[in-house]
């Protein structure tokens, strides 16, 4: 089974422009996010889904210089994008990952796909960032079928569908199978992903803390036991909306 993980990313962002490229402690944002799925263990390929807009020239440069693949679609029409990348890499199952999540940890992507994988053939698509939360936010990672995201792409007509690429899959329950990963304990409070400046502050905390970035989830968890002023950072950042 080919599974593949598909990485939106874009220089276009409106609360914290260039984010993608950003540097975290020595290597762009992307770079990160690329480095650390490249531990998981469930995934057969990474690939960078970006746009074709002059601004992301510098996305696919970094991508040819790293040997990473990619594909270049619609900035406005993600669910297109995410669509024609999964062509393709002839996906069978897709991981959906952004790169707004630096700390993305490969121990969480594994229980996520190994639960969908798991549910098979009883379920179309999984993710762990439905409330109650079980991880913090930054580590969201959704896994569904290619012919769920065909239907999805052939069927979507509004707008909104067309930008956020599952959004169609949830506002259809009576369509699609999902399933959420819950947990006794509710981690929504705790905000890892880089859609702000402050935000970008907190990862950069942990970077500088452990000196590396092979660190997991449950080990930040432990230094924010020692440093809950690091919190403080970006406590007041509101999550957008769709």
């Not at 490969?106 to 798991?118: K, M």
């Not at 999902?178 to 947990?183: E, K, L, Q, S, T």
Request: charged share 30%; aromatic share 10%.
């Amino acid at each position: 089974m080919n599974t593949i993980a598909i990485i939106q990313a874009r220089m276009g962002s409106t609360r914290l422009p260039g984010k993608a490229f950003l540097d975290l402690c020595g290597e762009p944002m992307l770079a990160r996010v690329i480095a650390r799925c490249q531990r998981a263990k469930t995934l057969s390929r990474i690939v960078v889904a970006t746009t074709t807009e002059s601004a992301d020239d510098v996305l696919c440069g970094l991508c040819t210089s790293r040997g990473w693949p990619f594909y270049r679609g619609s900035q406005q029409d993600v669910l297109d994008r995410y669509y024609q990348t999964a062509k393709q890499q002839q996906a069978d199952v897709i991981v959906r990952i952004t790169s707004d999540c630096p700390v993305i940890d490969a121990e969480v992507i594994d229980l996520t796909v190994g639960e969908f994988l798991r549910l098979q053939p009883d379920c179309d698509y999984v993710s762990n960032g439905e409330p109650p939360r079980p991880f913090p936010r930054g580590l969201d990672v959704e896994v569904f079928h290619v012919r769920v995201l065909e239907q999805a792409w052939r069927e979507a007509r509004d707008p909104a569908f067309r930008e956020h690429v599952t959004l169609y899959i949830h506002r259809h329950p009576e369509k699609f199978r999902v399933v959420p990963i819950c947990a006794d304990r509710d981690y929504s409070d705790q905000r890892w992903t880089v859609d702000t400046p402050e935000d970008r502050a907190l990862v950069m905390e942990f970077f500088k803390h452990f000196g590396h970035d092979r660190f997991g989830w449950r080990e930040i968890l432990a230094a924010l036991e020692q440093h809950p002023e690091w919190l403080e950072i970006n406590r007041y950042i509101k999550q957008k909306t769709t």
